[in-house]
């Protein structure tokens, strides 16, 4: 009797055979097949001798030790559903009601100085003000300025440096008007919810 080639289904379940990832009554099916010596028999033998050399045949590399963190953070920034099935869409506001929605997935941080990122949440444009997370990598350090508007600070994590104060988490900070920030900066780290004016003003160090 002549054989009849095998389906695409069957070849992908003769792939899936010779890798060792079919499983259950499928492959006790699969396995009843290639004993009735059908065509299919070839098509797992040269699978099984593909998936043979595939592990041989390139020169075992070991991965840097910063592979994990990278992936983490790249999985972590990815758009993914939460618990009630919101993607990573960009924060949005609904002008008809006055709500503003920001999501912990949407990827709105920017770095604004080496080691130190911001995800801005909102603008109030009659106060001039911002609120924002900031994020500071351990030992940055933001430039001296001095406030146009109040700037206020409450830690979630690690801890801050700031107006001459060590900051931990649940510890909040206010800065009034024309007051200087001489030293922002963090040792270990840390993670923070600002309201402050992007048009605060620089100095030099000598100025501060």
């Known amino acids: 009797m002549m054989q009849q080639e095998p389906s695409d289904e069957v070849l ?3 792939a899936l055979y ?5 499983e259950g009554q499928e ?3 699969f396995e009843k097949l290639v004993a009735e010596g059908c065509a299919t028999c070839k ?14 045949s390139v020169t075992p590399v070991a991965p840097p030790s910063s592979l994990r963190a990278t992936l983490l ?7 993914r559903p939460d618990q009630y099935g919101h993607t990573s869409e960009p924060s949005e506001q609904v002008e008809d009601t006055g709500l503003t ?4 997935m949407d990827d709105l941080w920017r770095e604004i100085l080496p080691g130190i990122l911001l ?20 030992n940055s350090l933001y430039a001296p300025h001095k406030h146009t508007a109040p700037e206020e600070f409450y830690v ?31 040792e270990d780290g840390c993670l923070m919810l600002m309201i402050f004016s992007p048009n605060n003003e620089m100095l030099e160090p000598s100025q501060a």
Do not use: N
Request: hydrophobic share 40%; proline share 3%; with cysteine.
């Open 119 to 138: 995800k801005p949440l909102s603008f109030d444009k009659a106060q001039g003000r911002m609120t924002a997370l900031a994020r500071m990598a351990p």
């Open 156 to 186: 979630l994590e690690g801890t801050c440096f700031i107006g001459g104060q060590l900051l931990h988490p649940g510890d909040y900070h206010r800065a009034e008007v024309g007051t200087v920030h001489h030293e922002t900066s963090s």
């Open 12 to 14: 992908d379940q003769a």
């Open 27 to 29: 492959k006790e099916a």
């Open 43 to 56: 098509a797992v033998k040269d699978l099984q001798e593909v998936a043979g050399v595939l592990g041989t």
């Open 101 to 104: 929605f920001v999501r912990s």
């Open 18 to 22: 010779a890798l060792g990832l079919l």
């Open 73 to 79: 953070d790249r999985i972590a920034g990815e758009g």
